[in-house]
């Protein structure tokens, strides 16, 4: 009988399935293959809703091309080869199932989108304007009616690029790259001030909220720089407590833009939501327990970092440190603080501690999720 069930039905079925346990089943027979690589993106869709985000950490040093998920279905931890990556990347963002990236020993931007669970990998085209160190930020339209593939627009703002007699210049220009084009084009001009201050003091993180993408200082005091996307306008917002945060993160819950930080001196981790006035107000604070794990004995969270998406928050230092994780429980937008141990062991086998840097994506099997051009 199940083997004779209408692929869409089937398909829908496999959409409350786990990841793991979709990888199992898809080994049942070939029809099952067939529906569970295959499956429309209103499926994948309906696995989001259905099931946790994956925490995916990934060396920030050389240490092969490799990788580290966590199942939060299973609360376990597995080791996953990048080995099918042409070189060693740095996540930029995610976007869905997929994680755009950048390689990890070029100055030169140059993206790249992968699938790690399907082993998809390919580069971006070249931006319009070469450039070292701009801010990216990505917006993710989601499917297409009639397309089965993902709709996301990257932006990419300031940056340094080569001038004439071996100088170098920072560029005022925000380029986009639509998925559906496949290409780049330039979008606009931009401050140079701004275009300073993205390419210095900006890593290659963003939040977008109610049609603008939001980028956070690096340097202390921090500061938040938007861009407008219908309008192409620039702004900038003030950060609540911003000369008494030692660490300080943008997170996007329910819609609207958050702040995540930990106050000096190994004060109090909270989140703070902005409201439609600008006006930062206090959301929720982590509970003291968590936060005295996270600092692992220190009195600074400098070294704290921040992954966030699909309405959760994961605090975390390093692979074997574990993290504290804030997230939706229920139907009712209800959120609760868990804590998830470190990686320091894999099927018995000790794993070592390193530096990494972690985003979250809901895990598809369904091969070709992007264009191949």
């Known amino acids: ?59 920030t040093r050389s240490h092969g091309l490799c990788c580290y998920l966590h199942n939060p ?5 597995q080791e996953l080869s990048l080995q099918f990556q042409p070189e060693p990347t740095r996540p930029v963002a995610t976007i869905g199932s997929l994680i755009l990236s950048r390689p990890a020993d070029s100055t030169a931007l140059q993206l790249a989108i992968c699938n790690p669970l399907t082993k998809e990998f390919r580069y971006l085209p070249q931006l319009e304007i070469a450039r070292t160190n701009p801010a990216v930020g990505v917006v993710n339209l989601g499917p297409t009616q009639h397309s ?16 004439p ?15 559906e084009d496949d290409a ?20 290659n993180e963003s939040v977008y909220s109610e049609g603008v993408l939001y980028w ?28 008494k945060l030692e660490f300080a993160a943008l997170a996007q819950l329910d819609g609207r833009l958050a702040l995540v930080g930990g106050r000096s001196g190994g004060g109090d981790a909270c989140v703070w939501e902005l409201d439609e006035r600008h006006v930062w107000s206090l959301k929720e604070k ?14 600074s969270w400098a070294a704290t970092k921040c992954a966030r998406g699909d309405g959760a928050v994961c605090l975390y230092r390093d692979l074997g440190s574990g993290m504290a994780v804030w997230r ?7 959120r609760e603080w868990f804590w998830v141990e470190g990686c320091c062991s894999i099927k018995g086998k000790q794993v070592q501690n390193l530096p990494v840097k972690g985003v979250l994506i809901h895990p598809n099997l369904a091969r070709a999720f992007f264009k191949q051009r």
């Open 286 to 299: 982590m509970p003291a327990e968590l936060g005295r794990r996270i600092l692992g004995g220190r009195a």
């Open 1 to 59: 009988m199940w083997s004779h069930l209408p692929f869409d039905l089937l398909a829908n079925i496999f959409s409350f399935l786990p990841p793991d346990s979709l990888a199992r089943a898809r080994a049942a027979c070939r029809y099952w293959l067939t529906c569970a690589t295959s499956y429309p993106l209103s499926t994948a869709a309906s696995m989001v809703r259905h099931h946790q985000a994956w925490f995916v950490a990934l060396p």
């Open 216 to 243: 956070m200082t690096s340097a202390r005091a921090y500061s938040i720089m938007g861009f407008e996307i219908k309008s192409n306008k620039w702004q900038e917002l003030s950060v609540h407590m911003a000369d």
């Open 184 to 203: 780049w084009r330039i979008a606009g001009p931009m401050p140079v001030e701004f275009a300073v201050r993205l390419t210095v003091w900006t890593p």
């Open 148 to 163: 089965p593939f993902l709709h996301f627009r990257v932006y990419v703002a300031g940056g340094m690029s080569a001038a």
């Open 165 to 179: 007699r071996g100088a170098a210049t920072y560029v005022p220009t925000v380029e986009v790259y639509d998925s």
């Open 73 to 77: 279905n299973a609360d376990r931890w």
């Open 328 to 334: 939706e429980v229920g139907e009712r937008g209800r």
